[in-house]
């Protein structure tokens, strides 16, 4: 299916790899870049940036903000510039704002034609016009479980991307001097930066700046997505309110937090209670699943910018009642053996824009 291969993306291999490749992850505050260079087929990191786009903006780091074209522009110039980017090869990770994914269930015969009866989904799932949009499926496969229950059912994703958006970015990318981009929507490319043949079914916590995903995938495809809104820049509003500071403290206090200081404590819970009713949404939408499914999930990653808080992945393990790992995305690669601290600390925050990268050699 073309879509897959040009917008959303399968795992399957690409026999025409660029050797060096840049993944841009552009976020509501901050904007991402990993580049990757292969050689006798190792994969290995060769630089990679973070810049926060408040300031582009004239708001606080830390602050979710849409940005203008031109600031926009100036933002992805100056991290190419700054991370030392020499690639000219890009894979960009299309924001979920821009785009909308869902799976759905159609009554049809093993053997029936799915495109019309999918298109014909579309018009009722996705709240814009088909010709707004770049629109494309892929056929999920069912469990055994689900195989026996919903007989005569086929489970399909639909992935569209507004055509304005593609648009954007395109220019974005000419401007920047990268060679035309192909893109996806970002729960792929973080789906791909964690995805080992080891599980067929994992679960990902991908928790943004505005926002809070929970990703469900098997075999490397999305098979559920839920999204609420619950990210750093909420909780750093929660602290702002719960200690009496202005954003921009509470956003220092949050990113120098230290477990060892007696405020920690008060911190901590300001932090965490932004976050209850998305952990609560998350544990049902994984329990309801697993009975649908007959699959157990086990274990949880833990991704995105909101990672970093110290403890959080204990409070989501706790709220789930799972296993949560740290995303480690850059263990996908190679790199010098004493950047192995700061690529664990990091590598949460890094996970679409590494596996966005990626995309070009596997």
Same mark, same amino acid.
């Not at 026999?15 to 490749?21: A, F, G, M």
């Not at 729960?187 to 599980?199: D, H």
């Given at each position: ?7 959303? #993306? ?9 050797? $060096? ?6 976020? #509501? ?53 700054? #991370? ?49 949009? $770049? ?47 192909? $893109? ?11 995805? $080992? ?166």
């Amino acid at each position: 299916m073309k879509f897959l291969k040009t917008i959303v #993306s399968s795992l399957q291999s690409n026999n025409t790899s660029p050797d $060096t490749v840049v993944g841009v992850d552009i976020g #509501s505050s901050s904007m991402k870049v990993v580049e990757l260079k292969q050689s006798n087929d190792v994969i290995t990191l060769s630089t990679y940036g973070e810049v926060q786009l408040g300031p582009y903006n004239n708001r606080e780091i830390g602050q979710t903000v849409n940005l203008s074209v031109s600031k926009e522009q100036e933002a992805l110039v100056d991290i190419i510039r700054e #991370s030392a980017v020499k690639a000219r090869n890009a894979v960009f990770a299309m924001p979920l704002s821009s785009s909308f994914v869902t799976n759905v269930s159609i009554e049809a015969d093993a053997d029936a034609d799915l495109s019309s009866l999918v298109r014909m989904e579309a018009r009722k799932v996705i709240p814009s016009s088909l010709s707004e949009i $770049t629109l494309d499926w892929a056929e999920v496969e069912l469990t055994k479980t689900e195989l026996v229950a919903e007989e005569k059912r086929r489970h399909v994703l639909i992935a569209a991307i507004q055509n304005s958006a593609l648009e954007r970015f395109k220019v974005l990318m000419q401007f920047a001097g990268l060679i035309e981009p192909p $893109t996806e929507i970002e729960c792929f490319s973080a789906i791909r930066g964690l995805y $080992t043949s080891e599980k067929q079914d994992i679960a990902i916590v991908d928790i943004g700046a505005g926002s809070a995903k929970l990703y469900i995938a098997r075999k490397g495809l999305l098979m559920r997505m839920h999204r609420i809104r619950a990210g750093g820049a909420v909780a750093t509003k929660q602290i702002e309110q719960a200690l009496k500071v202005d954003f921009e403290t509470a956003e220092q206090m949050k990113y120098a937090a230290d477990r060892q200081k007696s405020s920690f404590a008060e911190l901590k819970r300001a932090h965490d209670s932004s976050y209850d009713r998305a952990f609560r949404e998350f544990r049902q939408v994984l329990a309801e699943y697993e009975e649908k499914t007959g699959v157990t999930l086990d274990s949880v990653h833990l991704s995105g910018g909101g990672a970093l808080f110290p403890g959080i992945d204990a409070y989501l393990a706790q709220a789930i009642n799972r296993e949560v790992i740290l995303a480690n995305p850059f263990s996908k690669v190679a790199y010098p053996a004493f950047m192995e601290d700061i690529m664990d600390e990091i590598g949460p925050s890094f996970t679409v824009a590494l596996g966005a990268a990626l995309r070009s050699f596997e």
